[in-house]
Structures are given as structure tokens and as C-alpha cells.
């Protein structure tokens, strides 16, 4: 018994028939504990693999969500492009019309 660790000598103390009831609650109640631990500790090992399958699954879609949202972004600087160059057209016509305007009723003022 001397290779044995100290907490067992006490364990087997308390398995004779002399063990009073006492003890025998308390044992029993640490069984139920033990139990309890080892569910939970499941529980636990089960909601870890959950978040992990969760992580995997919501990270392929937000891949795919931030891929779509760079095609729209890319869209969007080409219409805001394409809008700036009609609007540069537009002054550029405007300015030309008014400039030809201005000049033939200067002619004209002139004649």
C-alpha cells in the first residue's frame, strides 16, 4: 500500500460496513458531482464544435457577401464616372452655346 496514492487508503476506509451514512451521502454526492462535471464538460465540448461549424459556414458567405459587395462598389465608381463625364459634356456644350450666342449678337450689334 505504500506505492498507493494517500486518497485512496481513505476510500477504502470509508467502503467497509462500518461506514456510517454520512459518508456515505458525501460519497455519493461526489459521485453525482463527478457526473454532473463530466456532462457538462460534454456540453461544453459540443457547443465548442457548434461554434466551430458555425465560424466555417459564416465565413464562406461573408466571402461571398464582401466579393459582392466589391462588384457593386466597382459599378457604382463607373456610373459616378460616366455621370461626371456627361455632366462635363453638358457645361462644356452649354459654355460653347453661350459663347456663340454671345458672339453673334455682338455681330450683330456691330452690322
Not at 462500518?18 to 457526473?35: F, G, H, P
Not at 459582392?68 to 462598389?73: G, M, N, P, V
Not at 459663347?99 to 452690322?111: D, Y
Request: charged residues 25%; negative net charge.
Amino acid at each position: 500500500m505504500a506505492d498507493e496514492p494517500e486518497g485512496l487508503e481513505t476510500d477504502r476506509r470509508l467502503e467497509g460496513p462500518s461506514a456510517s451514512s454520512e459518508v456515505k451521502r458525501a460519497r455519493r454526492s461526489e459521485t453525482i458531482l463527478e457526473i454532473l462535471e463530466a456532462c457538462l464538460l460534454a456540453a461544453v465540448a459540443v457547443a465548442t464544435a457548434w461554434s466551430g461549424y458555425q465560424s466555417a459556414r459564416w465565413d464562406g458567405s461573408s466571402a461571398e457577401s464582401y466579393a459582392l459587395a466589391s462588384k457593386y462598389r466597382v459599378e457604382s465608381d463607373e456610373a459616378a464616372t460616366l455621370g461626371g463625364q456627361q455632366r462635363l459634356y453638358d457645361v462644356t456644350t452649354f459654355n460653347s452655346w453661350l459663347q456663340a450666342r454671345s458672339t453673334t449678337r455682338w455681330h450683330s450689334t456691330l452690322g
